[in-house]
């Protein structure tokens, strides 16, 4: 079975600061790990995923997660936030047949 | 490319009302799943269409249903609506030779307010 859990369901930051929003998986098959972002009244866009090789993964906007199986995380970074990225965030892992396991989400709010 | 795309964006409808919400998958795209999003929660799998048959189904009863047209388009029917179902109802598209790569791309969703 599938789950992930995400760390804090909002988070905070000052604009130019560091964005950490944490996410733990769990998965009984080695895991495809996804980062969406939402937009009020929005879909969920894709902002990166990890599938196989390269551990750390680049995305869209500066973002990028860093798979560490040791740890069972996949935490999402962007060195300096900007008032853009204050949105949901939701972390996912996929299961058989591409059915994905969403996470409850962390809001991320940017203090200008 | 016109992407994923869902009808009708806004609805609202009463207890014990039945709803049916439309999409139309990405271009080229084989598969379409379905889930349900509460306020404050993340999406959650209803079930997943492929060759115009169920093939996967999440902890939903079965007053959920769905149907999938050979243009691949899909239908999420909910019959005898509870206040619990208002939600954003997401509709996601993906190639089912591709499933090893996981895309699936999400249409903008339809917000379903039961009153």
């Known amino acids: 079975a599938q789950s992930v859990t995400q760390l804090g369901s909002h988070v905070s930051v000052s604009e130019g600061a560091l964005v950490l929003l944490r996410c733990n998986y769990s998965?009984?098959?080695?895991?495809?790990l996804f980062w969406y972002v939402q937009y009020p009244n929005q879909g969920l866009q894709l902002l990166l995923k990890?599938?196989?090789?390269?551990?750390l993964v680049k995305g869209i906007n500066g973002f990028e997660a860093e798979f560490k199986k040791s740890e069972t995380s996949f935490h999402l970074t962007k060195p300096s936030a900007h008032m853009s990225d204050a949105a949901e965030y939701f972390c996912?892992?996929?299961?058989?047949?591409?059915?994905?396991?969403f996470g409850t989400g962390t809001s991320l709010t940017v203090i200008p | 490319d016109a992407g994923v795309t869902q009808s009708p964006t806004h609805l609202i409808k009463t207890r014990g009302q039945q709803v049916t919400l439309r999409c139309s998958p990405k271009?080229?795209?084989?598969?379409v799943s379905w889930y349900q999003q509460a306020l404050g929660q993340g999406p959650q799998f209803i079930f997943q269409?492929?060759?115009?048959?169920?093939?996967q189904r999440g902890n939903f009863p079965d007053r959920f249903s769905g149907h999938q047209f050979p243009n691949y388009s899909s239908e999420l029917n909910v019959n005898a609506l509870l206040l619990g179902d208002s939600a954003l109802y997401l509709c996601?598209?993906?190639?089912?030779?591709?499933?090893?790569?996981?895309?699936?791309?999400f249409g903008p969703g339809t917000r379903l307010t039961v009153l």
């Open positions: 996912a892992v996929s299961g058989t047949g591409n059915q994905f396991y």
């Open positions: 998965s009984s098959v080695p895991p495809y």
């Open positions: 271009s080229g795209h084989d598969t």
């Open positions: 990890y599938t196989t090789g390269a551990t």
């Open positions: 269409y492929y060759e115009e048959e169920e093939r």
């Open positions: 996601a598209s993906s190639l089912e030779v591709r499933l090893l790569y996981n895309e699936q791309f």
